[in-house]
């Protein structure tokens, strides 16, 4: 089980998606749109995980899987869909074995791309919300310092609440 580890803001955040995203632009070449940086690092005011997340829009999600090769040049571990439908997902670490970055690929006009990105740009814009998760986060890493997966399942009604608010889905697409 990985070490759940939620600290405070840190400003050096957006620098260092700003870094990996440029490396990821290279790697993917002109099958991508656009790089987003997703996930609670994003949210400059929040605890979070110290782990960069980053969604990269392509037009072609096949394209993605004939540049693995280039992704894991930068240090990335393809793990094909991980869990969500149509998303190719990578994850990184630093020599320590310690998870730095998470990149999330899914198609223009996928509706995960309209979850994540309407997400945190209402934790950006409701600034009670997003300390309310930002408690969350903290109470659940402290309850489960050694449990990334209760970890997550403690975050889930939180998320899925926002989601349903920002983006009502029929059952079949959640």
């Known amino acids: 089980m990985r070490k759940v580890a939620v600290v405070p803001p840190d400003l050096l955040w957006q620098g260092m998606f700003e870094a990996e995203s440029q490396q990821l632009s290279r790697s993917f070449g002109d099958n991508a749109i656009a790089i987003h940086h997703i996930g609670s690092t994003s949210i400059v005011t929040i605890y979070a995980k110290p782990i960069i997340d980053i969604l990269v829009e392509v037009t072609d999600l096949e394209k993605v899987?004939?540049?693995n090769h280039?992704?894991?040049?930068?240090?990335?571990?393809?793990?094909?869909?991980?869990?969500?439908a149509?998303?190719?997902f990578f994850?990184?670490?630093?020599?320590?074995?310690?998870?730095?970055?998470h990149v999330h690929t899914f198609e223009t006009g996928s509706p995960q791309v309209d979850r994540h990105l309407a997400?945190?740009?209402?934790?950006r814009?409701?600034?009670e919300a997003a300390q309310k998760y930002s408690q969350l986060k903290r109470q659940l890493a402290q309850k489960y310092p050694n449990?990334?997966?209760?970890?997550m399942d403690g975050k889930a009604g939180f998320i899925e609440a926002i989601d349903n608010q920002l983006l009502p889905l029929s059952s079949t697409e959640k």
């Open 65 to 67: 899987d004939e540049r």
């Open 70 to 84: 280039s992704i894991a040049s930068l240090g990335y571990l393809a793990m094909g869909e991980f869990g969500i």
């Open 86 to 88: 149509e998303r190719r």
């Open 91 to 101: 994850r990184k670490d630093n020599l320590a074995g310690i998870r730095t970055h």
């Open 119 to 123: 997400f945190r740009d209402y934790m």
């Open 125 to 127: 814009s409701h600034p």
């Open 147 to 151: 449990d990334i997966e209760k970890y």
